[in-house]
């Protein structure tokens, strides 16, 4: 169908005189002076800069070109040569590459074979675009066309934009929404033409959900397509983009194309197991082997999931949607969530967006619980998504007209530390350490451990990163149990924690777990902390002393609270007999911050930077000899 629309616009483009506002910039055609450009005035830590880039919709065939042009000013800016975008069939592309020698410009242009298209669904395409010979002091123009709006067209970027522009030529056949993100203002003509001038690069804080929420754009949805002898509405509401995915060949007909590839596993959980939720435990760890390829879609790869099981490896909507199947033929209920991951920009509740979604997980409900599903990952729980998919909102599709879900964490990332040390007198502290780890902390751990071919690979890459650190022996405890807490215990000796000035220890009782720099910098931030879920974080250190040296001073106890009266730090110090116990606690109640909330949140890190700094003072007892 897609195909006879573009033929009657070809037809029709035929029939129509177009004309075009005069372009910024001209595809090849770059100039000695952008070649001999050595850095980027307003910003000379810039390693590249996007010297143009121009976006253009044509009003008769209803292509959109892009051509950007971009000066490569140090070595590292050379990472920026390489593109992945998504596509059809009939995406082009091309590009030039610009560099002088001896005064005289060179040009390299980009082949075939240096174009990678891969097929994700039906007319759905992954393209790789590596261009050719990029090096420090290079200018290369690409230049990409598809057909319709693209979902966004962004004027700010990860690097410096000298110049931005868009031209949105009004089309009889066509009606589209644009929608503004980002914080910095985009110039108009009042006419067609939108544009932006020296736009500094985005540069993120820690924290935030996604750079795609606060990136200077436009992001377009298509309404409706109007040629003669066709019409066809898209995304007008909510409501309209829950039956569009309903009626999709690679969403809702893929749901329903058949089981039957699932009926060995169906047989095998009802003999095994009664109750819906073990059965749903049992569905989901049966889907989970079948590996993630590591491509994020909300669209299946092909129309029958028996396919993507028989290969044994899928996108994350093949899996899920197994997880579906597996669950409905288990006679449990199963919703399909769409939504759009973290990486990618929240959904709007007012402007609905068929473009925006990339992702697709699984609802069910038992004995009156709810409960979201992502059988992606083998190593998360029945129950807790993955960060990815924590981006506050996504949509229930079911046979009526959808609803929206809370894509909240209901976990926390919660961990507690135990350490119980003596000093000797060569200053060495030795005894054990103990963590438990629990929900997302546990993941964590899980996730890392794994890179490691061995245990005792592990605890040389600890040691290694903890200088002073030696550990004599470790027991692990619930890896494999998913729904239990990770806890370790370490032997150990640390031989750098413990300072002697004259006659005086100096004692830091945070050890490896104290906070040394403060991630929040900015003096004010536009944009909410982000932490995706809330933490907890207990640390209990107990330190015996040696005969021969009594306290001479600890630091004065703190407690210091947000404003919610939630989030808050506890820092305490007794003193028992030759034992000092220290207490930490670090309770940040919410997953979420905002932008108001930012400078007392970065006074709390800074108030814990300075506490944990201060030491705990021996000093020989009267009488006694020193160390």
């Known amino acids: ?48 800069v996007v010297l143009c880039k121009y976006g253009q919709l044509n009003s008769t065939d209803l292509s959109f070109t892009e051509t950007r042009r971009v000066k490569i000013l140090k070595k590292a800016g050379t990472e920026y040569s390489e593109f992945t975008f998504s596509g059809d069939n009939r995406t082009m592309v091309k590009a030039k590459v610009f560099k002088l020698i001896d005064g005289e410009i060179i040009e390299d242009k980009l082949k075939r074979e240096s174009i990678f298209k891969e097929r994700v669904t039906d007319d759905y395409y992954r393209i790789r675009v590596a261009l050719p010979n990029v090096k420090e002091g290079t200018v290369y123009d ?15 970027e990860d690097l410096p934009v000298l110049h931005s522009e868009l031209y949105l030529e009004t089309s009889p056949y066509i009606e589209f929404r644009k929608r503004k993100v980002g914080f910095l203002p985009i110039q108009s003509d009042g006419k067609n033409t939108y544009y932006c001038d020296n736009m500094e690069a985005f ?26 002898g066709y019409y066809r509405s898209y995304t007008t509401s909510w409501e309209a983009v829950n039956n569009r995915l309903a009626s999709h060949t690679f969403f809702g007909h893929a749901i329903f194309s058949g ?23 049992a569905a989901y760890d049966a889907i989970k082997k079948i590996r993630w390829n590591e491509y994020k879609s909300v669209y299946t790869s092909t129309e029958a999931l028996s396919s993507a099981y028989k290969e044994g490896e899928a996108n994350s909507a093949d899996i899920n949607l197994m997880l579906m199947q597996l669950l409905l033929k288990l006679d449990l209920p199963a919703l399909p969530v769409v939504l759009s991951t973290r990486d990618n920009g929240m959904l709007h509740i007012v402007y609905p967006s068929l473009e925006k979604l990339n992702y697709v997980i699984v609802w069910t409900e038992i004995d009156g619980k709810q409960y979201l599903l992502d059988a992606t990952d083998e190593l998360l729980p029945l129950g807790m998504l993955p960060k990815r998919c924590l981006n506050e909102r996504g949509r229930l599709v079911t046979n009526e007209s ?3 879900i809370d894509l909240e964490a209901s ?19 030795e005894g054990n350490v103990s963590f438990a780890r629990y929900s997302y902390a546990a993941y964590d751990f ?6 490691f071919a061995s245990e005792d690979d592990f605890l040389t890459a600890i040691e290694a990163s903890n200088p002073g650190l030696l550990i004599k022996d470790y027991n692990l405890e619930n890896l494999s149990n998913l729904d239990q807490p990770i806890k370790e215990k370490y032997d150990i ?88 116990n220290v207490t930490y606690k670090l309770n940040l109640a919410k997953s979420r911050y905002m932008a108001k909330e930012y400078p007392l949140l970065k006074a709390l890190y800074s108030e814990i930077i300075k506490k944990q700094a201060e030491p705990i003072i021996l000093k020989p007892a009267q009488n006694e000899a020193s160390l």
């Open 203 to 228: 540069k993120p804080e820690p924290f935030i959900n996604s750079a795609e929420n606060y990136k200077t754009k436009f992001e377009f949805d298509i309404l409706n397509i109007s040629v003669p």
């Open 493 to 580: 000796k640390i031989s750098n924690k413990v300072e002697k000035i004259n006659n005086m220890i100096l004692v830091n009782p945070f050890l490896f777990e104290q906070v040394e720099e403060n991630p929040f910098k900015l003096e004010n931030r536009e944009y909410p902390v982000d932490f995706a879920y809330c933490k907890t974080k207990y640390l209990i250190t107990r330190i015996t002393i040696p005969e021969g040296y009594q306290i001479e001073s600890t630091p004065q106890p703190i407690k210091a609270f947000l404003p919610d009266k939630k989030s808050n730090i506890l820092i305490n110090y007794s003193v028992i007999g030759n034992n000092i």
């Open 402 to 404: 959808g609803k929206w």
């Open 411 to 429: 976990e926390k990332d919660q961990e507690t530390i135990l350490y119980n040390l003596t000093l000797d007198e060569e200053l060495n502290l």
């Open 1 to 48: 169908m897609k195909k006879s629309i573009f033929l009657l616009l070809a037809i029709l483009a035929c029939n129509t005189a177009i004309t075009y506002a005069k372009a910024p910039i001209k595809f090849g055609k770059v100039t000695q002076e952008e070649l001999e450009m050595t850095q980027y005035d307003l910003d000379t830590s810039a390693v590249a």
């Open 446 to 451: 899980r996730k890392n451990y794994k890179e």
């Open 259 to 281: 089981s039957g590839y699932l009926s060995s596993i169906k047989k095998d959980i009802e003999a095994d197991y009664t109750t819906p939720l073990e059965k749903v435990q």
């Open 142 to 156: 690409i230049q990409v066309t598809h057909e319709f709006l693209p979902g966004e067209f962004a004027f700010q």
